[in-house]
């Protein structure tokens, strides 16, 4: 049970070191389009490359920060039943739902992403636009660590459920933890946890 809280300890870690990074690129974001829209409608000025720039930027960080977001869950969920559930049944929801969905899904924008990456490598892609950006073989290979990321915190949340499932809720790194709900509080303390 150690090395599978280990396990899911280092893959946020991982995760939660590259969303500190890649989080930082929404400040180059405003200021490039900042720029853009200063020199477009106060100086008469447009940089085609500029333009690409700050949609590049968008698309490297949404794309490199999906695992840190799925890891402090903040991605959109209907939850009318999930949050006032049970620690075990939202570890049982979990999961099913990265095993059935998830990682499917994970490995299907993998398998189709690969070949057009790699394409796109083949003849170093650049921006369509006349004057803009290089290198757009770059920005689709976050397509590629789209899918690993957001898969291998698919693993720690596998893991996360494991270890609530198994009775050792201890062992589940403080970044993935449940928050407490009021029944699992009442249950507790009937069981003598607390």
């Known amino acids: 049970m150690r090395l599978i809280a280990l396990l899911a300890s280092g893959i946020c870690r991982i995760n939660w070191l590259i969303g500190q990074v890649f989080s930082w690129l929404s400040l180059g974001i405003v200021l490039v389009c900042f720029t853009v829209v200063v020199q477009r409608y106060v100086f008469g000025v447009s940089f085609l490359w500029m333009q690409d720039l700050y949609i590049w930027l968008s698309g490297a960080m949404f794309t490199a920060v999906a695992g840190f977001a799925l890891m402090r869950d903040d991605h959109v969920r209907v939850d009318i039943f999930y949050r006032p559930a049970r620690i075990r049944t939202r570890a049982l929801v979990d999961l099913f739902g990265t095993v059935l969905f998830l990682l499917p899904f994970t490995g299907v924008v993998l398998i189709y992403s690969l070949p057009f990456v790699r394409r796109s490598w083949s003849y170093a892609e650049g921006s369509a636009n006349v004057g ?17 990321l957001l898969a291998l915190q698919g693993v720690a949340l596998i893991c996360r459920s494991v270890l609530v499932l198994a009775g050792r809720r201890d062992l589940v790194p403080a970044a993935i933890r449940y928050p407490e709900t009021g029944a699992d509080a009442e249950a507790a303390a009937i069981e003598g946890m607390h």
Do not use: C, D, E
């Open 132 to 148: 803009g950006m290089p290198g757009l073989y770059i920005l689709k290979s976050f397509i590629i660590a789209f899918a690993a």
